[in-house]
């Protein structure tokens, strides 16, 4: 029995029409404008990932909160901890671009790093 499910592909501008068909372990793409969309298709039916994006609070900082993100992609499922990880989290100033604000988040094997710079006041 086969599944069938239309996905909009998010890796480029396009925003390319995806039909993703699963017949057992065969999955098939189509509608995709690059190789990149079948990638994607494929990808998020059988493990779909996300970059985490969000802030936390800095002490003694130029701005309240530093924007953060996770290094690279964790597993959907993830979402969840990891924010309540997130929302734990606090730094103090000074914060440079790419510093681990969390490591091994919520135990994906992905850090948590700065997305800006932050100075002391």
């Known amino acids: 029995m086969s ?4 996905l909009t592909c998010i890796n480029c501008p396009l925003g390319c029409a995806l039909t993703v068909t699963i017949d057992g372990d065969t999955v098939t793409v189509a509608g995709n404008t690059c ?8 990808k998020e039916v059988t493990d779909p990932t996300r970059i985490v994006t969000s802030t936390v609070p800095v002490d003694g900082g130029d701005i309240a909160r530093v924007p953060v993100k996770t290094a690279s992609d964790i597993p959907k499922g993830k979402i969840f901890e990891v924010m309540d990880a997130v929302h734990t989290a606090r730094v103090k100033a000074p914060v440079k671009i790419g510093d681990i604000i969390l490591s091994d ?3 994906t094997g992905v850090d948590l790093v700065a997305a800006r710079d932050v100075a002391a006041v």
């Open 3 to 6: 599944e069938t499910r239309e």
């Open 35 to 42: 190789p990149r969309g079948e990638a994607y298709g494929r």
């Open 105 to 107: 988040v919520a135990g």
